[in-house]
Nanobody, 122 residues
Framework: QVQLVESGGGLVEAGESLRLSCVASGSIFRINVMGWYRQAPGKQRELVATETSDGNQNYADAVKGRFILSRDNAKNTVLLEMNSLKPGDTAVYYC????????????????WGQGTQVTVSS
């Protein structure tokens, strides 16, 4: 069993900042990719930012220059620092991890957190 537990969402005004955190626990051998997605009402879930185990990061164009992702491989945690928030950033944010569960077993499993609401008022 693997669990991703998120925290840090909330209601802020435009221009303010929020930090999201996510901790993965359970039967984890290696997390290949870890990061955040978001889903706004009536829209599909979309990538926000992810980082591979060797440090390669990928950001959505909409958040580049405003959001900062940091990952601690030893602690299986990922943080998302969200700055200069806009009403368009309002969504449920989901932590994501693509991982393997034991050495020599190459199947990669995808796990999601329960989601945390971020609301940005204008």
């Amino acid at each position: 069993q693997v669990q991703l537990v998120e925290s840090g969402g909330g209601l802020v005004e435009a221009g303010e900042s929020l930090r999201l955190s996510c901790v993965a626990s359970g039967s984890i051998f290696r997390i290949n990719v870890m990061g955040w997605y978001r889903q706004a009402p009536g829209k599909q879930r979309e990538l926000v930012a992810t980082e591979t185990s060797d440090g390669n990061q990928n950001y959505a164009d909409a958040v580049k220059g405003r959001f900062i992702l940091s990952r601690d491989n030893a602690k299986n945690t990922v943080l998302l620092e969200m700055n200069s928030l806009k009403p368009g950033d309002t969504a449920v944010y989901y932590c994501n991890a693509d991982l393997t569960t034991r050495p020599g077993f190459n199947s990669v499993f995808r796990y999601w957190g329960q989601g945390t609401q971020v609301t940005v008022s204008s």
